[in-house]
């Protein structure tokens, strides 16, 4: 059962259309990532869904409740983690949390939340002195804190270092656990691959695709695989042998080296065939279309 | 929620030590400094035999209202504006008059204090001991903050920035004080001048006021003045305040 539906959605600032009839069902306790360009209208769409904008046309459900006319119910069930959304600046991290602990029935645990966020050693410095990290996670600790039963984070690990990054994912993973429904706008591509279940590709206002990660990735790019190794043998006189393999499409030569591209069991067929004619191939590497190469690719197309 | 809301805008409301100085402290130290300085606590001829002190302490008191409510409540809303704050809050389940409330809640607290402390310096230095009727003084002081923190909540509604709200309510403080009688006393106004005066906020206010310092509670009309104003300020606030 659809946690969201959204049908026919519209929307248009000063007679630019940034929403151009979106259609979505997000799915009970799925992670549903939202990738595109800057301007395709992921944040104006996901915040529709929040209830934060007021859609021009089309309908939303949120958990059978309409964002728009059923406001105060939503808000006790869905959590929000606005773009570069603020707080007090002489407000301190503790207070906020207590703050926003205090507008829910069945909050989180705080200090929990803190600790798993890092926040803790910084639990007394105002907002204004947090870096653009500790105010990231304290944007996603109160979008927590209220036990959301669906949470909308736009651009989660903006700001964060690689190791922070990791954490909040580990975070994530853990309100799928939780059968929490996860949207979540980003522009890391490794963020989608790795945490979504499914993902929308925007542009220009619109759906271009809506699939699983490997579904996008197998789908724009063909499966495309490429293999690079270095052989000890002269590499030219056995180019004809590989690109005679099953599922191998290109077949170049750059020094000793030898990079291969191909579709399908192509990693088999030339590892096979390494083996069964004694090639001495050294550093192999293998290199699998990724979420990037495909939403590049749906760049280039448009 | 609205407790911890409290407590939470309260503690910032005190981390800004320059507007609690300019808005609690300034007047404070004006009004003791009449009330101590022996050519303004001395009864004066020119004034009836009334002392500088006594004169101007409703109207100190009446500032450090007009002070605190153009400098506090409606900035401090702007920001929140500004900043995406109100934007966060509107997807929460804290509804937006609570925040008004309790911003008014909490700006009134702070001027009926300021007004405390200068009544127990009148009291004290004072040969009469308190200047005139308490309860009138706690009515139209209350009717009075009431009428005029809606003023400033409503500005904060209607304003779409913290400039414009500052600038809107920095330009309504001089009107305000002139027709308290800061610059030309209530009772040498000319009359049709005093007239407008009654039915402006401070105007009633310090009419009121005035009387309560004679000793008796004031007239109905000037504390009806003030009641409409505060019901129509404040319900034009919560009825146009938005989040966005």
Redesign the interface.
């Known amino acids: 059962m659809p946690a969201i539906t959204a049908r026919g959605l519209r929307k248009s600032y000063a007679g630019r259309t940034v929403v151009d009839g979106i259609d979505l069902d997000i799915n009970e306790g799925e992670i549903f990532a939202v990738l595109g360009h800057n301007g395709a209208g992921k944040t104006t769409t996901v915040e529709m869904i929040?209830?934060?904008r007021h859609r021009d046309a089309g309908e939303i459900s949120v958990l059978g409740f309409d964002p728009d006319r059923d406001?105060?119910k939503l808000?006790?069930l869905?959590g929000?983690q606005?773009q570069?959304?603020?707080?007090?600046d002489?407000?301190r991290v503790r207070?906020a949390i207590?703050?926003?602990?205090?507008?829910?029935r069945d909050p989180v645990s705080g200090d929990d939340l803190l600790e798993r966020l890092h926040l803790t050693e910084h639990r007394n410095r105002p907002f204004a002195k947090l870096s653009g990290g500790q105010k990231q996670r304290l944007a996603i600790a109160?979008a927590l804190v209220?036990r959301p039963r669906v949470a909308v984070l736009d651009e989660l690990t903006t700001g964060l270092d690689p190791k922070a990054r990791r954490e909040t994912w580990g975070l994530i993973e853990g309100l799928r656990d939780d059968g929490v429904t996860v949207i979540l706008v980003t522009h890391f591509m490794e963020e989608a691959e790795f945490l979504a279940d499914r993902l929308a590709l925007f542009e220009n206002g619109k759906i271009v695709t809506v699939d699983t990660p490997a579904g996008l990735i197998n789908q724009r790019t063909d499966g495309r695989q490429e293999i690079k190794f270095r052989l000890d043998e002269d590499p030219k006189s056995v180019m004809d042998d590989f690109r005679a393999l099953a599922d191998v499409r290109t077949v170049q030569v750059q020094g000793q080296n030898m990079i291969i591209t191909g579709t399908g069991d192509v990693i088999l067929a030339v590892t096979a065939h390494i083996a069964r004619t004694g090639l001495t191939a050294r550093d192999l590497r293998v290199h699998q279309a990724t979420l990037d190469d495909a939403v590049l690719t749906a760049g280039s197309q448009s | 929620m609205i407790k911890t809301l409290v407590k939470t805008e309260t503690k910032l409301l005190l981390r800004e030590p320059i507007l609690l100085l300019w808005t609690t402290g300034l007047p404070i130290v004006a009004f003791t400094v009449l009330a101590l300085v022996p050519g303004t606590s001395r009864p004066t001829d020119s004034l009836g035999g009334l002392s500088y002190a006594q004169v101007y302490l409703g109207v100190i008191a009446l500032i450090a209202l007009a002070l605190l409510t153009t400098m506090s409540l409606p900035a401090v809303l702007g920001s929140y504006r500004e900043r995406g704050i109100l934007k966060r809050l509107s997807v929460t389940p804290m509804r937006p008059w609570r925040l008004l409330a309790t911003q008014i809640g909490i700006n009134l607290a702070v001027v009926l204090s300021t007004v405390a402390v200068m009544l127990i310096v009148a009291t004290i230095t004072f040969d009469d001991g308190f200047p005139g009727n308490p309860l009138g003084w706690l009515v139209t002081y209350l009717l009075a903050a009431g009428s005029l923190l809606g003023l400033a909540a409503l500005v904060a509604a209607l304003a779409p920035s913290s400039k414009i709200a500052n600038a809107i309510t920095s330009i309504l403080f001089f009107p305000l004080m002139f027709f308290a009688g800061l610059w030309i006393p209530l009772p040498t106004m000319p009359g049709w001048l005093r007239t407008i005066s009654e039915f402006t906020p401070l105007g009633a206010a310090s009419q009121a006021l005035a009387e309560s310092i004679d000793g008796h509670f004031p007239a109905v009309r000037p504390l009806l003045v003030l009641l409409a104003y505060a019901v129509v300020f404040i319900g034009l606030a919560v009825r146009t305040f938005r989040w966005q």
């Open positions: 929040s209830g934060v406001a105060e808000s006790h869905v929000v606005l570069d959304s603020q707080l007090p002489k407000m207070e207590e703050l926003y602990s205090s507008f829910y109160l209220g």
